[in-house]
């Protein structure tokens, strides 16, 4: 039985100001599913033999439009189940037609995303994300618009309230580079078409400056690893550093969250918090021997930066960032006591193990695997075709 749609004045309910509501109504195979319009008319304005607004109805052609898209609505699911050859009810096409995806703001998005982040644990990724948030904020004093409303001339507004602030140009390029992302994910999720995306001409790329260098020479490391102190306190970043280098740039945080259980077959195995990204590193026996100097069996952890009295997030993050603001105050003292041209850090570790691959002739691409990058989108599909003899060749390069 082919269903029905049409809009009918509902007689037998009758509102507080004795209108009468306008109901769509479906029916199909002999049963009939209603749903309000939200609307409601006097029954002297309302025709109830052709169903539709008298000629003297006040608003007679907003009832009308609205009456009009909505029955558009439901015949268009219609005409899509059908062609798809799947049945449906009456009661369950009101159901499909009135859940259908209602249009959210930027702020929806950016909320949305900040609890994913935090539910996800990655916390260094959501701080930089409410930092845009904030600062959207600021500069547009509210978010309840839509995505189609951040068009180009919104986007150099925002970027000359950023620039009259002072912020350096890569700072900048990062706010713009998360909110590209934010909006690329509103198009993922059919939020906002993507003929109104604004950077195909609003170029984020051209917000970039570069930056002082951040790699060290292959002999520069091995001055750092070889040094010698008094100072016993030094050793430990000194370890780190090198722990870094060893292991494909290993970041801080990832060190700090290690365990036994990321060891496996001779291999270091851990998701990197940043990316989400799954990495699989041989061990280098140097990497070995720090993990059993620093192994404690009273700790589940590899090195001694979290305990088991670190038990909620915040307390993990805290603790992690105090440890690596003291290894890097301690790591600069080692570079100037050597001379070593930069700042020493442990950031420093790891841009050098790939300067010293990519001197090595190692492929782009897997310095990227191993070191976890997720902003190669396209390199990133293909990465995991890798096999390990490619990784571990790799890795004899930082020897």
């Given at each position: 039985m082919n269903a029905t749609v049409n809009v009918v004045c509902y007689r037998w309910k009758t509102l507080s100001n004795g209108e009468h509501p306008l109901m769509i109504r479906v029916c199909k195979d002999g049963k009939k599913k209603y749903q309000s319009l939200g609307i409601s008319v006097n029954p002297v304005h309302w025709d109830f033999k052709k169903n539709k607004p008298k000629a003297n109805c006040p608003n007679k052609e907003y009832i009308s439009k609205i009456i009009s898209d909505k029955t558009n609505e439901f015949t268009g699911q219609i005409v899509q189940l059908k062609s798809e050859r799947k049945d449906f009810t009456a009661n369950s096409l009101v159901d499909k037609t009135s859940k259908k995806v209602q249009p959210k703001t930027i702020g929806d998005v950016f909320l949305e995303q900040l609890q994913r982040l935090t539910d996800e644990n990655r916390r260094g990724y959501m701080l930089s994300t409410k930092q845009v948030y904030n600062s959207l904020i600021e500069f547009n004093k509210h978010l309840n618009i839509y995505f189609s409303d951040m068009d180009v001339a919104w986007l150099r507004r925002y970027e000359t309230h950023l620039r009259k602030k002072g912020l350096a140009e890569n700072t900048i390029g990062i706010r713009f580079r998360t909110l590209r992302a934010i909006y690329n994910l509103a198009i993922e999720e059919n939020i906002v078409k993507a003929e109104h995306y604004p950077f195909n001409t609003f170029k984020v790329s051209k917000l970039h400056k570069e930056t002082a260098k951040r790699a060290i020479t292959k002999e520069d490391v091995s001055r750092i690893l070889e040094y010698q102190s008094t100072n016993k306190y030094l050793k430990f970043p000194i370890d780190l550093f090198a722990f870094t280098y060893?292991?494909?740039?290993?970041?801080?945080?990832?060190?700090?969250?290690?365990?036994?259980?990321?060891?496996?077959?001779?291999?270091?195995?851990?998701?990197?918090?940043?990316?989400?990204?799954?990495?699989?590193?041989?061990?280098?026996?140097?990497?070995?021997?720090?993990?059993?100097?620093?192994?404690?069996?009273?700790?589940?952890?590899?090195?001694?930066?979290?305990?088991?009295?670190?038990?909620?997030?915040?307390?993990?993050?805290?603790?992690?960032?105090?440890?690596?603001?003291?290894?890097?105050?301690?790591?600069?003292?080692?570079?100037?006591?050597?001379?070593?041209?930069?700042?020493?850090?442990?950031?420093?570790?790891?841009?050098?193990?790939?300067t010293v691959m990519k001197k090595a002739g190692v492929s782009t691409s897997i310095i990227r695997e191993l070191m976890g990058h997720s902003s190669e989108r396209v390199t990133q599909i293909y990465l995991d075709s890798f096999d390990n003899e490619q990784i571990d060749a790799a890795m004899k390069n930082l020897l």
């Open positions: 060893y292991v494909g740039g290993i970041n801080f945080v990832d060190i700090a969250y290690l365990t036994k259980e990321n060891l496996i077959d001779g291999r270091l195995i851990y998701t990197r918090r940043k990316t989400g990204k799954l990495i699989k590193i041989p061990l280098q026996p140097q990497a070995m021997e720090l993990i059993e100097k620093y192994g404690n069996k009273n700790n589940s952890y590899l090195f001694p930066i979290l305990s088991d009295f670190h038990k909620t997030e915040q307390q993990r993050a805290n603790r992690v960032h105090k440890v690596i603001t003291k290894v890097n105050q301690r790591l600069k003292e080692v570079g100037k006591a050597l001379d070593i041209p930069i700042d020493l850090t442990t950031y420093v570790a790891r841009h050098s193990q790939a």
